[in-house]
């Protein structure tokens, strides 16, 4: 079987009958060519039920169903059990094209270890992810930008993420802006789909749109991992190291982004969490290729423990959007 499309659900009962529609309904594919295997993680609603519904239709879909722990665990226990050769992370409330398989299958007999694709969000006409074309390995793709750090993103070859201990990192959210640098440093072949062929539904109820104080922890936590990867790689001051950095930097102020949204209280919490890895994480801003970010590296190396609130100065004076 050439790919196994791991679908993670947990509670999204009203979006599988739409999902399932884009998944099983693929032109230009045998049923030998693909599986999908829906990892069902601890719904309480009626997901179950649905994906029995499916199973028992179709032979192509099994299920597998564990307690909740999370989409990080729901990919890496997926990517355990898949049959297929390459394996295609899709949440269950987003859609592919009717042509994807076909395409994908495509590009897997040339068997790279990653195979990425154009994506689109639902009702905005803008391609996303569109990386080089003509890109032949992850660390062209990491140079090259445009790429994006979401999971959904890519085509991987199983025996790839297995060799190189590739997984999500489990209890935190933003786990793809952990893994997907590494998971390009590491890979050798690449083969660019340059089609749409994954569509991203906007929930405004979904973990990246509400902004709780754990998104913020956790950016800081994965920009921290991510800067130590870069100085373990020995690339700081390369230009992997700058593109990774400058990803880095963004995960930064994007947890600046959502704390400044709540309490006083948890503010001063990442606060704290900052200046305790602050070696960590100074030094990807000090290190990024723009100039905004830089100048904050100077700023909160001037003024330890006031991160947050000079980042809010900043955001006043309007220096975060209008400095590139």
């Not at 269950?92 to 990653?114: G, M, R, W």
């Not at 440093?185 to 929930?203: H, M, Q, T």
């Not at 922890?217 to 373990?232: A, G, I, T």
């Not at 006031?306 to 980042?311: I, P, Q």
Request: glycine share 6%; proline share 4%; with cysteine.
């Amino acid at each position: 079987m050439k790919l196994s499309i791991v679908l993670t659900v947990y509670n999204k009962g009203p979006f599988l009958h739409k999902a399932f529609a884009s998944l099983l309904n693929q032109r230009g594919t045998g049923l030998e060519d693909y599986e999908v295997l829906a990892v069902n993680d601890g719904s309480t609603d009626n997901s179950a039920a649905i994906l029995e519904e499916y199973a028992r239709r179709d032979r192509r879909v099994r299920i597998l169903t564990q307690k909740n722990q999370g989409l990080s665990m729901a990919r890496n226990n997926g990517t355990e059990a898949a049959l297929g050769q390459y394996v295609w992370f899709v949440d269950a409330d987003d859609t592919i094209s009717f042509n994807a398989v076909h395409l994908i299958c495509e590009a897997i007999e040339k068997n790279p270890d990653v195979i990425p694709i154009y994506a689109q969000t639902d009702g905005i006409v803008y391609t996303r992810n569109a990386v080089n074309k003509t890109a032949s390995n992850g660390k062209e793709v990491l140079v090259g930008g445009h790429w994006e750090q979401c999971g959904v993103f890519w085509i991987l070859r199983r025996d790839f993420l297995i060799e190189k201990n590739l997984r999500f990192m489990p209890g935190v959210y933003h786990e793809d802006a952990e893994f997907t640098p590494r998971m390009l440093y590491y890979a050798r072949s690449v083969i660019v789909v340059p089609e749409i062929l994954y569509i991203v539904n906007r929930d405004p109820n979904g973990i990246t749109q509400v902004p709780r104080p754990k998104r913020a922890f956790d950016y800081l936590v994965v920009s921290s991992k991510l800067s130590l990867y870069v100085q373990e790689m020995g690339e700081i001051g390369t230009k992997i190291g700058k593109s990774i950095d400058g990803y880095t930097a963004q995960y930064i102020n994007n947890a600046f982004d959502i704390i400044i949204k709540n309490s006083q209280e948890e503010q001063n919490l990442l606060n704290k969490a900052f200046y305790e890895k602050r070696h960590l994480l100074i030094r990807p801003l000090k290190d990024a290729p723009k100039l905004k970010y830089r100048i904050e590296a100077f700023l909160f190396s001037l003024l330890p423990k006031r991160y947050v609130w000079l980042y809010k100065q900043m955001k006043k004076i309007g220096a975060c959007s209008i400095i590139r």
